[in-house]
């Protein structure tokens, strides 16, 4: 009988337990009530909210929150039982959450119930008890997840952020290793253009028969080439200059012949211009190689006696 009795009283304990946790969760939702100032008010309810002088108190019908504050001069009793037996005196410490309250006070200039008198009953207060020592363990292990939850959240936004800074260094890194490739490549093309050459133009310069000496024809066809060129954007320029000679004579002499008349025109480009040796491409005579006109006639004779002079594009130092 009396183990039937205890789970009985067990079951309704928990069930008054959670019953007063969902109000008090409810509770934060409700209104507080703002009491007059000075206006006498006696109020029961639930303490849903305590702290050391103060606490928040829910209506019985479940409305309204009052804050209830306690002073020096509060006296926390239990009810009176009976004509002659009085209410037992408690410290303020046993007024509990979850405990069920009557409390005598006055309103003060912060709307607040300043008690006088807290009375509850003895029962109730061995329920609050034994809600306070069911939830303690909770609210703290609450609290405890709660901390470890923003530790969590801390981390992961710290490990969000290096993930961020990695990212960045990371694109940076590819950014640069894109550049230095690009920049090695530029290189490479370069060095492999140094011996790929472009033609700009060609410039003849004729020649009498036998003769290697310039004449003012030649000389008028070089200083209209060079003002030309004095136009143009040069970086990457190079001089190839090639000696020609029609078919009079013998190959030896017309080799040695071409040769002189290269000679000559790179003289009058060095002693009149100023050209630079060094974008001077080996020179060379050709001889009666490469004829532009048949040697049979006079006019086509007078076409192969010639020097070249090409202006070339070098595509390494010209990038």
Known sequence: MRTNNFKSMRIALFGLIFGMVGAMAISA???????????????????????????????????????????????????????????????????????????????????????????????????????????DPVEGQVKDNAANIAANKERIAAGEENAKKMSAQIDENTAMSAEAMAQANRANNRINGLDEFEVIKTITVPF????????????????????????????????????????????ASNRTLSEKRASTVIGYLVGTYNMQLSRLVQPFGAGVDRPVAPNETAAGRAQNRRVEIRLLLNKGIAG
């Open 208 to 251: 009498a028969t036998g003769r290697y000496t310039l004449g003012p024809q030649g000389k008028k066809i070089i200083d209209e080439a060079a003002a030309w060129a004095k136009t143009q954007d040069r970086k990457g320029w190079m001089v190839e200059i090639v000696g020609y000679a029609d078919s009079s004579g013998n190959s």
């Open 29 to 135: 939702q409700l209104p507080t009530a703002n009491v007059p100032d000075g206006s006498k008010l006696t109020m029961k309810g639930i303490i849903a909210v305590r702290s050391p002088d103060s606490f928040v108190m829910r209506d019985i019908s479940n409305t309204t929150l009052y804050i209830v504050q306690m002073t020096g001069d509060t006296e926390v009793k239990t009810h009176r039982k009976g004509v002659f037996r009085g209410g037992k005196e408690y410290p303020e410490s046993y007024l509990l959450r979850g405990l069920r309250v009557e409390v005598d006070g006055h309103g003060n200039g912060d709307g607040h119930l300043v008690a006088s008198r807290i009375r509850f009953e003895e029962d109730d207060l061995r329920t609050a008890q034994a809600l306070q020592t069911t939830l």
